[in-house]
């Protein structure tokens, strides 16, 4: 007899910049989720897959939950992290080992009553003092009551085997909801845009990130190399010498290594044309937002 098979949905969420990126590549083994060292990278719901024997993990990546800044484009981000948590069967809170700020504790009072609540203290391997864990949990936990407390690092993928026994207990019986194979719900065109706006995440100074979007205008796998053409949109005029850098060396090394990223995603080689198109104001606007593939 074959075991009955047990699939459901897992939200990973927390503040921004704690890793919950980080730890869903980690946990499905595969990077379908940009990483940078900023705030706000990810600012869609991602799905990734995990199917172990007769256990199918379907976890959601979502946006950092913020409540500083206003604006079409956060209100959005908060918007996919609340619908995110309203259909699923396990939480997993992420938090930044030692650090509890106000940006954690706002997240408390909206996570739903019925999933499981599983806490990932993330990057233990920057703790000097492991004992430090036991009082900040013990501080957490007399806030929330989280059903499980898990600490972990996504960067060395230290402690998932433990994280995933948590996460499998509050999985319901139930059918596959992907192939045994599949990795993520996005289509790979999704993937590499993301990836276009990684290495702009990790390239460009500070404020230009926020204000950009990266959107493929053509894909084409017909000949021997796929030839895809991008467009990153920024808000101002004054963006685009900043993206392009002295001579365009900034967009070219930007190009160049997303070409060479998409390349590994497809196993093909590529041919990547990135243009910028300016697009006034455009994530102040929800129309525009819709436009450009937001929520
Ligand atoms: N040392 C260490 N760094 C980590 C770990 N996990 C993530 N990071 C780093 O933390 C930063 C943020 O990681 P992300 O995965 O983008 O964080 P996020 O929570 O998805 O961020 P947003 O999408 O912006 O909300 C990156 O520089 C990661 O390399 C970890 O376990 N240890
Ligand atoms: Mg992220």
Same mark, same amino acid.
């Given at each position: 007899? +074959?075991? =009955? +098979?047990?699939?459901?949905?897992?939200?990973?969420?927390?503040?921004?910049?704690?890793?919950?990126?980080?730890?869903?590549?980690?946990?499905?083994?595969?990077?379908?989720?940009?990483?940078?060292?900023?705030?706000?990278?990810?600012?869609?719901?991602?799905?990734?897959?995990?199917?172990?024997?007769?256990?199918?993990?379907? @976890?959601?990546? +979502? =946006?950092?939950?913020? +409540?500083?800044?206003?604006?079409?484009?956060?209100?959005?981000?908060?918007?996919? $992290?609340?619908?995110?948590?309203? !259909?699923?069967?396990?939480?997993?809170?992420?938090?930044?080992?030692?650090?509890?700020?106000?940006?954690?504790?706002?997240?408390?009072?909206?996570?739903?009553?019925?999933?499981?609540?599983?806490?990932?203290?993330?990057?233990?391997?920057?703790?000097?003092?492991?004992?430090?864990?036991? =009082?900040?949990?013990?501080?957490?936990?007399?806030?929330?009551?989280?059903?499980?407390?898990?600490?972990?690092?996504?960067?060395?993928?230290?402690?998932?085997?433990?994280?995933?026994?948590?996460?499998?207990?509050?999985?319901?019986?139930? !059918?596959?909801?992907?192939?045994?194979?599949?990795?993520?719900?996005?289509? $790979?065109?999704?993937?590499?845009?993301?990836?276009?706006? #990684?290495?702009? @995440?990790?390239?460009?100074?500070?404020?230009?990130?926020?204000?950009?979007?990266?959107?493929?205008?053509? %894909?084409? #796998?017909?000949?021997?190399?796929?030839?895809?053409?991008?467009?990153?949109?920024?808000?101002?005029?004054?963006?685009?010498?900043?993206?392009?850098?002295?001579?365009?060396?900034?967009?070219?090394?930007?190009?160049? !290594?997303?070409?060479? #990223?998409?390349?590994?995603?497809?196993?093909?080689?590529?041919?990547?044309?990135?243009?910028?198109?300016?697009?006034?104001? %455009?994530?102040?606007? #929800?129309?525009?937002?819709?436009?450009?593939?937001?929520?």
């Amino acid at each position: 007899m +074959t075991e =009955p +098979t047990r699939c459901g949905l897992v939200a990973i969420v927390g503040r921004p910049n704690v890793g919950k990126s980080t730890l869903l590549n980690a946990l499905i083994g595969s990077k379908i989720s940009i990483v940078s060292r900023k705030a706000q990278t990810t600012r869609h719901r991602i799905h990734g897959v995990l199917t172990q024997d007769a256990t199918q993990f379907v @976890f959601v990546d +979502t =946006p950092g939950f913020q +409540t500083r800044h206003g604006g079409a484009m956060n209100r959005m981000m908060n918007r996919v $992290v609340t619908q995110a948590l309203g !259909e699923v069967d396990v939480v997993v809170m992420v938090v930044e080992a030692g650090k509890w700020s106000p940006g954690d504790a706002q997240l408390l009072p909206l996570l739903p009553q019925g999933p499981r609540h599983i806490l990932a203290i993330n990057k233990t391997d920057l703790l000097k003092d492991r004992n430090a864990l036991f =009082p900040y949990v013990e501080r957490i936990a007399a806030q929330h009551a989280f059903d499980a407390v898990v600490p972990v690092s996504a960067a060395r993928n230290r402690q998932l085997e433990p994280l995933l026994a948590e996460i499998a207990q509050g999985l319901p019986a139930g !059918e596959f909801m992907f192939e045994e194979d599949a990795l993520t719900d996005r289509p $790979v065109r999704f993937l590499a845009a993301e990836l276009i706006r #990684e290495k702009i @995440f990790r390239l460009v100074g500070d404020e230009l990130p926020y204000g950009c979007t990266v959107v493929i205008e053509a %894909w084409d #796998e017909q000949g021997p190399q796929v030839r895809i053409n991008a467009c990153v949109v920024v808000e101002r005029d004054s963006h685009r010498p900043i993206l392009l850098g002295a001579g365009g060396q900034h967009m070219k090394r930007i190009a160049t !290594e997303a070409r060479q #990223e998409i390349a590994q995603l497809l196993d093909r080689p590529v041919h990547l044309e990135v243009y910028i198109k300016v697009r006034k104001g %455009w994530s102040e606007r #929800e129309s525009s937002l819709r436009d450009l593939g937001y929520e």
